[in-house]
């Protein structure tokens, strides 16, 4: 079992991205009335803006079944200031931004020569509901990562959406779990023209994983250099890139 965060905010948004894991319609909303708080009120208290009172603290885990070891371990955290209960910059809208794959694949979208400023058009597109589109161009209008100029929806310059903490990773671990699903779909239901699914397994000495990260990530840059190289015409898909390197192997007993 994944070890959960000792700190009652932390574990809180840990629980919001389990349960999303485990049912995609699942939402902010659902988790809230799950609490008997109001929306607004769980999205305060998960962006650092509401302190987490001991009457806050004992009804939130109540209704989380939490046993008296792991409501002992969170004690020292209720009553923490504002100031402790920072992101860090990295705000809900950010971390949904990082973990839900269409918003990039929204602002690469936008790029293409059939291109629509259409939420039901994008959402068909994507395999995802109109809804779904509607909100990720909202927040990534919101987040200045996207404008609208006469209606027609174009990318902005600029946009650093990544913080390095625990919020940030758990995001991404969300987000490159559904793409792993979604190539699951694609090896089983694409043409082999249309896709590359292969693998190759080595020994290796572990020291030298440093190196392997450093040319894969020269080697996803130069791709992508290639790919978005100047041409006469607008291109005509979205893909993805996914490289993966890990180990096989448990420690010796």
Known sequence: MEQRSSDFRNYLQE?????????????????????????????????????????????????????????????????????????????????????????YAILELTHVQDFKNDAEWIGARLGITANQAKGAIERLIDLELLEEIHGQLRV???????????????????????????????????????????????AIHTEDIPEVKKRLTQVRRDLCEYLERPRKTKPDDVYNLSLSFFSLTKESP
């Not at 004690?75 to 860090?88: I, P, Q, R, S």
């Not at 671990?173 to 699914?197: C, P, V, Y």
């Open 15 to 103: 629980e919001l991205v389990l349960r999303c894991r485990k049912n995609p319609a699942y939402s902010l909303r659902s988790f809230a009335k799950s609490l008997d708080l109001s929306p607004s009120f769980l999205s305060k208290i998960l962006n650092g803006k509401r302190r987490i009172t001991d009457e806050i603290f004992k009804k939130v885990s109540t209704h989380l079944n939490l046993e008296p070891e792991q409501m002992n371990s969170f004690k020292n955290f209720v009553g923490a200031t504002k100031g402790e209960l920072d992101f860090h910059g990295l705000q809900l809208e950010y971390f949904k931004l990082i973990s839900d794959w269409f918003h």
């Open 156 to 202: 902005t310059s600029g946009g650093n959406t990544t913080t390095k903490n625990e919020f940030t990773a758990l995001a991404f671990k969300k987000m490159q779990d559904e793409l792993l699903s979604k190539a699951r779909q694609s090896l089983w239901n694409e043409d082999i023209s249309q896709r590359d699914h292969t693998s190759i397994c080595m």
